[in-house]
């Protein structure tokens, strides 16, 4: 009925088991890997979160400048809003050949 060879072969698939099983971590490596993932998770949004605000902030107050910059640009430019004259239409040269 069952011979050497069968209790060797069971063994050898047995042997196999019980090292893979040993092999996995266990349940405080396990636990070390979650809170080392989360505490790298914490530094990363610490550091990434006030980063990407900053970065708003800064580009929304250079438009702001941008804005401010090219409104008086555009108030000194003839018929602009500073220009001083009323019902004057400024006849820039390349209209004069026109």
Known sequence: MFTAETFR????RANRYVVSIRNQPSWLLKLV?????????????LLVIPAT???????????GVAAV???FRRSKEPNGALDGRRNVRVRLPQDQGA
């Open 9 to 12: 072969a069971q063994a050898g």
């Open 69 to 71: 910059k090219r409104a």
């Open 53 to 63: 605000i900053i970065a708003l902030l800064v580009f929304i107050a250079g438009m």
């Open 33 to 45: 890997g979650l809170v080392w993932l989360v505490v790298f998770a914490g530094v990363v949004l």
